[in-house]
């Protein structure tokens, strides 16, 4: 078990970069498969030694449901930024800064969450405390600010604690 662990530090990055590579060749052959499983066995055994603190306790199925969440909220949230921009004249619109209390403390979930905050619009991460205890966050229109946080708190941050386990 400790030769397998030693040989894919990062197995989820060596699928994804296996399929990347083959994805890029835009040909689907036995050849580029085999090259890009190497690819994927070498480059993270060869920066394995950068990462020491990799998050163990990664779970894929949560994250593939989060993502399915996350595009749904990118839909949404386009149409509702549109309908901002459409009706609400600049004077009426109600922007706010605020900041997100974290309760996550590895930074790949960090991370996803202040990702998952720019790529929904209406929305942009603009800082992360020195300590890593909060996010700053602009929000386009809001009439909560409290109630933003809340929703990321538990449409988000909730879940990527379930995926990231400690």
Known sequence: MRFVNWLFPHPLLT????VVWVILQNEISA??????????????RA???YWPDRPTGFRPGKMLSYSLLVM????VANVQV???VLTVPNAKLKPAWISIPLDLKQPEAITILAGTI???PGTVSADLSDEGHSLLVHVLHTDDPDGEVETIKSRYEARLKEIFVE
């Open 72 to 75: 749904w909220d990118i839909m």
């Open 15 to 18: 699928l994804l970069i296996a």
């Open 82 to 84: 549109a309908w901002i």
């Open 47 to 49: 920066f394995a030694a």
């Open 31 to 44: 050849g580029m498969a085999v090259f890009g499983v190497i690819l994927g066995i070498i480059i993270p």
């Open 118 to 120: 720019t790529l929904t």
